[in-house]
């Protein structure tokens, strides 16, 4: 009889236990060190939550972009990732508005990052994202290597066609390999394709892509490919949409201006260090702009979740000021949150390089173009971000003209968006 | 003793299985009893090979971007139409889908040196480890090592030879000559991806040639040499006549694998510079998995068109083999 109700105790205790213990997974990829500085938020939460714990799986940026959303597909996968693909996303994506404690909150911090999830059929005033690394399409260079030519670095308001000449002069003064070099990705052609007058959507918000601006800078990057201004390497050196940078040669100091993003100012601060100095540009104009790129990975609950509840309760967790500003800290990222915005972040241990470049490329966010903000919003941009290498790429090595590369994007654009 | 002790352990095991087999067959019956065997492996065939074979039909006969069966409208051949849409086929500009069409051109051309130039190095390589030399053991290893490499492994130390500021182009530069950059002229690009893709698999194929050279008995090298035959002539006469076989095997398994080759290429390339080393494997990973959208209907139907013609090389090549054991 005592064992028979020893057992029972033991059976209830463990029964009641599983039901009441929510093991969150939490899929992540990190630029920097994003996943450890969340990862070291999590026991706080945890404490202030229990019964609810989280798992913290750090993955490639390959795995967020091509397994996510196959799992998500078949209705697996995580309760949480960190993504930047919004509006592929969006029909996954979790609405944790019910499950907030106090939604105008985080409206009135995240209102303008919110609305890039809020696309398709998900819910205008849902929250589905919490954006913990707001981003900015822009320059790097190298400021040694423009003292040691003897070479005067061009300010800020430059264009493009002034950094080519000023690059291309130092290269030849100091003897290294590259001019200058843009990352492989139809996002980091937009923004210089944007001051070229590109508008990528017409009036009434339909997308368009190959207009005169847009072919006046694809003219303009085909040719300083082809007098060596711009790095072979980076697009030529893959095929298809394959995304491909050229931060190894900056931080190898054989490069002097690097056209990336905001998200590089970490990995610089930490691999660069003292080995010498480099700048952010800010923007950098064409003829008709002086446009980035605005972006951002962010914190997303994913529809198939078996406990709503705690993920919305840990999302309102990592939305808070004091949270947000201790990661940011540590991964020294520019904040979307608006109370830190004005606020400013404390951020620990940067070196002046570091400092600078962060006050320069969050200074340059409220100066982006509406077609920036607009195409970043964009439910399909994905697709003109993985075609536009593809095709220009072809362009570049001489397998299509140019008119022949820019009318197979056009129309790979328009039967993407058809699907 | 030791020989004793097997056959006891023979015995036991025989004993130990005699007794269910037997039930087995007087419940099935003998003439069934084979279907109790085969089952177990045609349910793993089933299940990992038959389903996706026949799931494969079915997406590349649907359309849309999503994955679920039951999301996807059925769109009948639309598929296959856009793919072999085309006014010339050895134009791919011409062709709606040119990139397809570029990564076919790409993998015949791929498969045609690739295999050519593979079985004809092999072939050598084997002749020369089947002779009495020096360190013979030595260079059988040697040339089977990169066997055991995995294709990433191998594509990563062959980037690190060839990019711009690599190996080779600094053993070029040390040596007075000009450097040049390898993988981003689409034909030295195309090159190396035959070269490598031959370094990393020659291995396998010359111990399958070495062992088809062993078993050529040694009487008749005996009986040619007493009647005077040259060299040269034994091997055209005797030793390639009697590798045949082997050869065809060889074929087969060669082509079979450079039709699918991608991770090697993948890593060393990426398919670049533009689609000068996209392969068909590469393309249809492309389109089902790395753009946006995911096009899995495309790329079902490209994998099946592949696995069509690849079967009738196959059938052609097995028909050539039958048509040896006839005449032989």
Known sequence: ?419 | MLKTTAVQLYEGAFNLFERPMLALQKLFGQSRIAWVFLLPNLLIFGLFTFLPIILNFVFATTGGDRILLGDRPFVGTEHFASLLDCESYFDPNSCHRDLFWRAVGNTGWFVLMQVGFMILFSLITALILNRDIVLRGFFRAVFFYPVLLSPVVVALIWKWILQRNGVLNAGLEGSGMGTVNWLLEADWAFFWVVFVSIWCNMGFYVLILLAGLQSIPSDVYEAAEMDGTPRWRSLLRITLPLLMPTMLVVMVLSVIRAVQAFDEIYVLTGGGPGSATTLLIQYIYDVGFATRPRFYGLAAAASLLMAGVLFVLTMMQLAATRKQSGDN
């Open chain 1, 1 to 419: 009889m005592k064992t028979t109700l020893t057992t029972t105790a033991l059976g209830l205790v463990l029964v009641a236990g599983s039901a009441s213990a929510q093991e969150l997974r939490f899929m992540c990829y990190q630029d920097g060190t994003e996943c450890a500085a969340w990862e070291a938020q999590m026991p706080a939460f945890e404490a202030e939550n229990p019964g609810i714990t989280v798992n913290v799986d750090e993955v490639p940026y390959a795995t967020i972009i091509e397994s996510l959303p196959v799992q998500l597909e078949v209705g697996e996968g995580p309760d949480l990732a960190r993504v930047t693909d919004y509006g592929g996303l969006a029909r996954f994506m979790l609405d944790v508005r019910p499950y907030v404690s106090d939604p105008e909150a985080i409206e009135a911090r995240y209102g303008q990052s919110l609305a890039w999830a809020r696309v398709g059929d998900n819910n205008p005033d849902g929250i589905y994202n919490i954006v913990d690394q707001l981003t900015a399409t822009g320059g790097f260079a190298n400021k040694t290597l423009f003292e040691q030519a003897g070479v005067e670095m061009p300010g800020a308001g430059a264009t493009w066609a002034e950094w080519a000449e000023a690059s291309r002069e130092v290269r030849d003064a100091v003897g290294i390999d590259f001019a200058m070099a843009i990352d492989r990705t139809g996002h980091r052609f937009a923004g210089p394709a944007m001051s070229y007058g590109a508008q990528y959507f017409d009036e009434n918000g339909d997308p368009i892509l190959v207009d005169d601006g847009f072919r006046s800078f694809t003219e303009q990057f085909v040719a300083w490919h082809e007098d060596g201004t711009l790095a072979r390497d980076v697009w030529a050196g893959a095929g298809g949409g394959t995304y491909q940078d050229a931060a190894a040669e900056f931080i190898n100091a054989n490069l002097v201006m690097y056209y990336s993003g905001s998200w590089q100012i970490g990995r610089f601060g930490r691999d660069i260090g003292d080995a010498f100095d480099w700048v952010a540009t800010g923007g950098i104009c064409g003829p008709e702009a002086c446009t980035g790129m605005p972006g951002g990975a962010g914190i997303v609950g994913l529809k198939q979740t078996e406990h709503p509840e705690a993920v919305g309760k840990l999302m309102e967790f990592m939305a808070r000021d004091d949270v947000q500003a201790a990661v940011l800290a540590q991964t020294r990222n520019i904040p979307a949150n608006s109370a830190l915005q004005e606020q400013g972040i404390d951020y620990q241990d940067v070196s002046d390089d570091v400092k600078a470049a962060l006050t320069i490329f969050a200074g340059s966010i409220p100066t982006f173009a509406d077609s920036a903000y607009a195409l970043q919003g964009y439910a399909n941009n994905r697709a003109i971000y993985t075609s536009t290498p593809a095709r220009i790429t072809q362009a570049i090595v001489g397998e299509l003209s140019l008119d022949e590369a820019l009318t197979r994007l056009d129309s790979d654009i328009a039967e993407a968006i058809a699907q």
